[in-house]
């Protein structure tokens, strides 16, 4: 199939063969002519010694007429990312851009993410298995002064992941039980798309400052959802009614070092839980161009297609031993933790908005603390 195939019968595409269609536009034509308007996958996946993790993502920007897909990858304290951009085009079902070639191999169950070797030596070739039900739902963030409320819709989960990562000359195989993960699917208007020039000129915070990722022997905590495994007879989800937090940070950087979570659940049950950072492992999520690149401050749908090259790839690599380093990169973070409760232990993630969480135990508000 060619290109000039499908340039003569836009905005028709492949994807719209299949019988899925839920408006009378084609798929190519987005329901909202808002150019924040995304299609957003996002994985953080780790091992469970605290060696190395990854965040793996992309997007496609309908009305941007682009796409973008970003690797950051940590291996003991160094840090290398990769980003791709490219003009969306009319094949939706293609994911890759540039050395990022991710597959769904079966949709709400399995992925096959591929980075291609590249100028910044990293490479892997992992196969993630979906392990907690996903439930589908849909929230209204502050719109920008003047505008409608933006909507974003879709699902969490969390699964393992199986194979092989190259970081330089090192080869690192996970097999089955090695390491896990989470991830998300969302579509919607997402606050912050292109940076302050879609936003009315004003900079829009990167997440969510009390993130947490953490998959316990009997069910799942994804930020305020509770999720349960294939099969649980609990239905749907429960929720997270209230979290209390206690933490300490490092002192030079103000960084997430380790603290203590209450957990109070709809239900009435609580539970006590501890988190530790695995020395410097975190994935800096600047890095995957949440609130700006530490280097030439790209944002999330930047580009449009028509400023694009074919493909446009950039990276970095960052040792993050040095404080100044981590000073700088600093923001949403996903930290990779040992987790602790009731004798029982595992591995999971702490995804902070620094220095936003410090500044929420100096002050005192209601559910922040130090420890």
């Not at 849909?138 to 989960?157: K, W």
Request: hydrophobic content about 35%.
């Amino acid at each position: 199939m060619t290109a000039d195939f499908l340039s003569e019968q836009f905005p028709l595409a492949p994807v719209d063969d299949h019988l899925i269609h839920q408006t009378p536009d084609p798929v190519r034509v987005a329901w909202s002519s808002d150019p924040r308007f995304y299609e957003r996958y996002w994985f953080v996946l780790h091992d469970n010694t605290g060696d190395l993790m990854l965040a793996v993502g992309g997007s496609f920007y309908p009305n941007l007429d682009s796409a973008e897909a970003y690797a950051v990858v940590t291996l003991r304290g160094r840090q290398h990312s990769v980003r791709a951009f490219r003009s969306l085009g009319a094949d939706r079902m293609d994911l890759s851009v540039g050395p990022l070639r991710p597959v769904i191999l079966e949709g709400l169950r399995s992925w096959r993410l591929v980075l291609e070797p590249n100028a910044w030596d990293i490479s892997f070739d992992l196969e993630w298995t979906d392990r907690t039900r996903q439930v589908y739902d849909a929230t209204y963030g502050a719109p920008v002064p003047g505008s409608q409320p933006v909507m974003t819709a879709g699902f969490e989960g969390f699964g393992e992941v199986t194979g092989r990562v190259r970081v330089g000359g090192e080869r690192i195989d996970w097999r089955a039980g090695d390491a896990r993960g989470t991830r998300d699917r969302h579509w919607g208007i997402g606050r912050g798309v292109g940076g302050p020039a879609m936003n009315g000129g004003h900079a829009v915070k990167a997440g969510w400052k009390g993130g947490n990722w953490v998959r316990f022997d009997d069910f799942a905590v994804w930020g305020r959802r509770v999720l349960y495994e294939f099969g649980d007879p609990r239905p749907g989800a429960g929720r997270v009614a209230r979290v209390d937090r206690r933490l300490r940070f490092d002192e030079e950087t103000k960084i997430f070092a380790e603290g203590v979570l209450d957990y109070t659940f709809d239900d009435g049950s609580t539970r006590q839980v501890r988190f530790e950072r695995l020395g410097l492992q975190t994935a800096f999520m600047r890095c995957a161009m949440y609130g700006g690149t530490p280097d030439g401050d790209v944002h999330q749908g930047h580009y449009r297609g028509g400023d694009l090259p074919e493909v446009l790839v950039e990276g970095d690599t960052y040792d993050l031993a040095d404080p100044a380093t981590r000073l700088r990169l600093r923001g949403l973070d996903e930290h990779h933790c040992r987790i602790s409760w009731d004798g029982r232990s595992t591995t999971g993630v702490l995804q902070p908005l620094e220095p936003d969480a410090y500044e929420a135990c100096k002050r005192g508000t209601p559910g922040w603390a130090f420890l």
